[in-house]
């Protein structure tokens, strides 16, 4: 193969030294046949041969890429569909931003069609979660509601069992002070339940007609409060014009301290008329117990006078009528308390237990 390169080179050399010659004008000394140029034709042929199966075994062997040549101009004027451009385009071709946001598009329109169903099913799902949570919630609340309605129902009925014994303590003058204030503290009881117990009525969904239920437990909270004034006005009333001794001989007088003592009762008294309730069973008891402590003022100044004066037997007299004046504003206390028991019990058998 080497003989035939180095026979190739030196017929190349000759063939260009006879052309040189023959364009300067010179006649060339060596001289060309037929058979030459047909020999070194087919030694140009055998040469590329040779030539293209060298290149192949030195591709197989090292596996390395042959570096392909470059387009002539006028292939590149020419347009020749046949040039293949192997320049890698991630290196050399610009970004071509249109296709760029074709694709981005593309992306969204693919992604449209399975993201809005999905978020679809995902907001479906949350709200029924939360419609069975919230139904689930009321229905336990119900129960709890119920439960304690129960309970509630219980104590309001046996503390509206108490009201007769309470309408009994609050109107009769038997029971000392220590008895109406224990009635009222058990009044305060049954008003905070039937409270309680309305409070749960109204979050109750298995009772559909409230409006009985509310009146009969406005009629129980209207006694409830009315006896509750009266004991108060029981409790005020106790200390109007009471009276511990109205000495009426000389051994027994202290001028300065029964003005004192007589004093404080008229002051006390006024005190507690002016906070006394207004009860249309005790309007003309309340209007009685102004003009008593109107003439329980007028009666201790002459009471007074008469034992300055050593008049004795006119304090004696003066002392009973201040007695009369008390006797005859408890009787008239007395009289109104008998006008509310009888009202309070027909108001209490009004009232019905409580479902």
Do not use: C
Not at 70 to 84: A, C, H, L, Q, Y
């Amino acid at each position: 193969m080497m003989n035939n390169r180095l026979n190739l080179f030196k017929n190349k050399t000759t063939s260009n030294k006879i052309k040189i010659l023959d364009l300067l004008g010179f006649e060339s000394d060596v001289p060309l046949n037929q058979s030459f140029i047909e020999n070194q034709h087919e030694i140009s042929q055998e040469d590329d041969i040779s030539k293209q199966t060298f290149e192949d075994l030195l591709k197989i062997t090292t596996e390395l890429p042959i570096v392909e040549t470059k387009p002539s101009i006028e292939d590149i004027f020419t347009n020749n569909p046949n040039i293949v451009d192997n320049t890698p385009t991630d290196t050399f071709n610009p970004l071509n931003i249109t296709q760029q946001i074709q694709k981005v598009w593309s992306d969204l329109e693919s992604r449209r069609k399975w993201v809005l169903p999905v978020l679809i099913s995902i907001l479906s799902i949350l709200i029924v979660t939360l419609v069975s949570t919230s139904i689930l919630s009321y229905r336990n609340d119900q129960s709890t509601i119920i439960e304690q309605s129960v309970d509630l129902t219980n104590i309001s009925n046996d503390y509206i069992d108490l009201f007769p014994t309470l309408i009994e303590i609050s109107t009769n003058t038997f029971y000392s002070k220590y008895d109406v204030s224990n009635a009222s503290a058990n009044l305060q009881q049954v008003t905070s339940s039937i409270i309680e117990y309305n409070r749960n009525l109204l979050a109750r969904d298995d009772i559909e007609n409230k409006e009985p239920i509310q009146n009969n437990i406005n009629n129980i909270l209207l006694l409830a409060n009315e006896l509750d004034l009266v004991i108060s006005y029981r409790i005020l009333i106790s200390e109007i014009l009471i009276y511990s001794e109205l000495p009426v001989s000389e051994e027994e007088v202290n001028i300065e301290q029964l003005t004192t003592e007589l004093s404080s009762i008229i002051a006390q008294s006024k005190i507690n008329y002016s906070n006394l309730p207004n009860l249309p069973e005790f309007a003309n008891h309340k209007n009685l117990v102004e003009i008593a402590i109107i003439t329980a003022e007028d009666l201790h100044g002459r009471y007074l006078a008469a034992l300055r004066n050593n008049e004795y037997d006119v304090a004696n007299s003066i002392s009973t009528a201040i007695i009369l004046n008390k006797a005859t504003e408890i009787s008239a206390f007395e009289k109104s308390l008998e006008n509310f028991k009888e009202k309070s019990i027909l108001n209490y058998e009004k009232i019905e237990k409580l479902p």
